[in-house]
């Protein structure tokens, strides 16, 4: 079991900057890879971005490449989404996610362990 718990979440103005954090107990971190989605209202979660249990390999959505970077530290059970130059189709609930999968384009079901959530709002 991997418990997975979100924070950061909050209001910003487009243009602006977030970063998210989301850390990790349980079955040991540093094995699983770890990714991103979020959910804006009245759509399906959709995929961000994944990172290895290494953190050498990443993969992102095509419509945060660019503007966002997931990273991660180990050592703290912790991974991260820095999010820049932010929009506001943007705003979503952000769910931090662990999967055994390899890293990829994950679909929801390629998730095993879900993080709660943290709401990010991007006003115009």
């Known amino acids: 079991q991997v418990q997975l718990v979100e924070s950061g979440g909050g209001l910003v103005q487009a243009g602006g900057s977030l970063g998210l954090s989301c850390t990790a107990s349980?079955?040991?971190?540093?094995?699983?890879?770890m990714g991103w989605f979020r959910q804006a209202p009245g759509k399906e979660r959709e995929f961000v971005a994944t990172?290895?249990?290494?953190?050498?390999?990443?993969v992102y959505a095509n419509s945060v490449k660019g503007r966002f970077i997931i990273s991660r530290d180990n050592a703290k059970n912790t991974v991260y989404l820095r999010m820049d130059s932010l929009q506001p189709e943007d705003t979503a609930v952000y769910y931090c996610?662990?999967?055994?999968?390899?890293?990829?384009?994950?679909?929801?079901?390629?998730?095993?362990?879900w993080g709660k959530g943290t709401l990010v709002t991007v006003s115009s």
């Open positions: 996610a662990a999967s055994l999968r390899r890293i990829g384009f994950w679909a929801p079901t390629d998730v095993a362990y």
């Open positions: 349980g079955r040991t971190f540093s094995s699983v890879n």
């Open positions: 990172l290895s249990w290494s953190g050498d390999n990443t």
